[in-house]
């Protein structure tokens, strides 16, 4: 069985924040690796016909209420007392993941992005607050944001965005180890338990 972990990402969902955080124990336990998919959310919803909970759900009674109970449950489960809800939520991350991407799938351009999303609460749809985030982490800012722009980069990201629909993604976070899906940080523990048993 195959002991990667393909992680269906895009910055803007902070559940997908959220499963990040937590990804190095699970891998530490498990001995798997994490392969990171930079993909457009707002991509895969136009695709799927899916919705951002906020909208799909904002007309169910109690339903959002529940939806922030289990997000704080999870916070506090794993100590993960840094995260913010982005008062710029939504944010459009089209530049931020072609950013991704001209990094090379940078580890440290996610913790860095990540960060000013999900922590800082910084208006990450400003280009000036994003290339200050980057250049004080080390980044070179223009150079990154000039790759970012190139058609190689655009049609990758289409590329992984209409890639992942076709296995059967409708949202974010999406995991795939091998043919196996699972979505949602809360289908963390099953995605464990396949890797560990090979059973899903």
């Given at each position: 069985?195959?002991?990667?972990?393909?992680?269906?990402?895009?910055?803007?969902?902070?559940?997908?924040?959220?499963?990040?955080?937590?990804?190095?124990?699970?891998?530490?336990?498990?001995?798997?690796?994490?392969?990171?998919?930079?993909?457009?959310?707002?991509?895969?919803?136009?695709?799927t016909g899916n919705q951002a909970p906020f909208v799909a759900f904002g007309g169910i009674k109690g339903k959002l209420e529940y939806e922030m109970l289990e997000m704080r449950r999870f916070i506090a489960r794993h100590g993960l007392d840094r995260f913010r809800m982005n008062?710029?939520?939504?944010?459009?991350?089209?530049?931020?993941?072609?950013?991704?991407?001209?990094?090379?799938?940078?580890?440290?351009?996610?913790?860095?992005?990540?960060?000013?999303?999900?922590?800082?609460?910084?208006?990450?749809?400003?280009?000036?607050?994003?290339?200050?985030?980057?250049?004080?982490?080390?980044?070179?800012?223009?150079?990154?944001?000039?790759?970012?722009?190139?058609?190689?980069?655009?049609?990758?990201?289409?590329?992984?965005?209409?890639?992942?629909?076709?296995?059967?993604?409708?949202?974010?976070?999406?995991?795939?180890?091998?043919?196996?899906?699972?979505?949602?940080?809360?289908?963390?523990?099953?995605?464990?338990?396949?890797?560990?048993?090979?059973?899903?």
């Open positions: 069985m195959s002991k990667r972990i393909e992680f269906i990402f895009d910055f803007g969902s902070p559940n997908a924040y959220l499963a990040y955080q937590v990804m190095p124990g699970l891998l530490a336990r498990t001995g798997a690796r994490l392969s990171i998919t930079p993909c457009l959310l707002g991509g895969i919803f136009k695709a008062p710029h939520f939504p944010v459009n991350t089209l530049q931020l993941m072609r950013g991704l991407i001209a990094s090379g799938d940078s580890p440290a351009y996610i913790d860095v992005i990540l960060r000013g999303l999900w922590e800082e609460g910084l208006n990450m749809g400003d280009p000036e607050v994003v290339a200050g985030l980057l250049t004080d982490a080390g980044f070179d800012a223009a150079s990154l944001f000039h790759d970012a722009q190139t058609d190689v980069v655009k049609q990758q990201l289409a590329a992984n965005t209409q890639a992942a629909v076709d296995r059967g993604a409708f949202g974010i976070p999406t995991f795939f180890v091998g043919d196996e899906m699972f979505f949602g940080k809360d289908r963390l523990a099953d995605l464990e338990h396949f890797l560990v048993t090979g059973v899903a």
